[in-house]
């Protein structure tokens, strides 16, 4: 079992390693759900198999000792190591470090699997197409049943939750390249006909309510921008322009749907196809979005981010935010 153990170990810290350094593309949620299932059939082993061995071969050790001591005093002759029973015991009834490492993570590790898989799931902002809404370095968490309960790995929704609406923030796997996660705001549901020319956001006819606000010192690129609030029903939040960046969209590529939208000088008008969202970044100027690789298929959305719990640079982030 050292040799099994040990060669299963090898294999996820060589998985980890080749993501680590780009050889592979990682799937976190498939090795999570690998190591809960491995750990899992270790500690089911360790209780009814291996600590039950450990256990009676330590009460055999005992058995035959006290029974020798037994003897020794009969014959007169008083026997010493009374601690040494104990300590070799105690070792006996130790579990080997490839249990410790297998059975012994097992708890933890299936409490992150089910925390993550239902509950919510940590991120960290990669960039600054969010600004000013969650900066570069935010640690966020993501509500992941808002929208339904889904199967890990396999995705498959197991509750029906709420839709996705307009304003949401949410994480979804990037529809070009699904092993990689994306933050952005949900401005177009199913239906709708989403404008964005000379800068303005319009949904099915009606500009979005804007309101212009100071001006925002983005910290990246060491230059202030100009800062609008922007208001989906009851939900607020500030958006960022700038002013010296074209209103055309630059290098769209060929994707799904692409013939639901229609690009110009003034900028791009989609209407979102059954099943899918137009998202967007609320720094407006600097942010891939549906505008430039389309729209994100509902079975894609990961959840509704909602906190940030933690930015080592600037604690003042910590907090909820629309």
């Not at 949410?170 to 994306?182: G, K």
Request: net charge positive; glycine share 8%.
């Amino acid at each position: 079992m050292q040799v099994l153990t040990s060669l299963i170990l090898a294999a996820f810290v060589g998985y980890i390693g080749a993501w680590y350094v780009g050889a592979i593309e990682g799937n976190f949620a498939l090795l999570l759900f690998l190591a809960t299932v491995v750990t899992g059939v270790y500690w089911v082993a360790e209780r009814f198999y291996f600590l039950p061995r450990r256990s009676k071969a330590a009460e055999a050790f005992a058995s035959s000792t006290t029974q020798r001591r037994e003897e020794l005093e009969r014959m007169g002759i008083r026997p010493d190591g009374a601690d040494d029973l104990q300590e070799t015991r105690q070792k006996l009834l130790m579990q080997p470090w490839w249990l410790d490492w297998t059975a012994g993570l097992f708890p933890v590790i299936l409490v992150v699997f089910l925390l993550r898989s239902f509950l919510f799931e940590p991120f960290k902002i990669p960039s600054g197409s969010m600004y000013p809404t969650l900066w570069v370095g935010d640690l966020i968490l993501v509500n992941k049943f808002t929208y339904g309960l889904r199967l890990p790995v396999l995705n498959t929704r197991v509750t029906q939750g709420k839709a996705p609406q307009r304003g949401d923030v949410v994480v979804f796997r990037y529809p070009p390249q699904p092993n990689v996660d994306y933050i952005k705001r949900i401005v177009g549901v199913p239906g709708d006909k989403v404008a964005y020319l000379n800068k303005r956001l319009t949904v099915n006819g009606q500009p979005v309510p804007t309101t212009a606000m100071t001006d925002f010192f983005e910290e990246d690129a060491m230059r202030y921008f100009k800062q609008f609030k922007e208001k989906f029903g009851d939900n607020t939040h500030n958006v960022l322009n700038n002013n010296d960046a074209p209103a055309f969209i630059q290098g769209a590529s060929n994707f799904q749907y692409r013939d639901k939208c229609t690009y110009s000088v003034e900028g791009v008008t989609c209407t979102v196809p059954e099943g899918n969202f137009f998202v967007m970044g609320d720094n407006r100027d600097n942010s891939l979005d549906s505008r430039y690789w389309g729209f994100v298929p509902e079975g894609n959305i990961v959840g509704r981010a909602f906190f940030i719990w933690m930015n080592f640079g600037n604690f003042k982030r910590i907090g909820a935010f629309n």
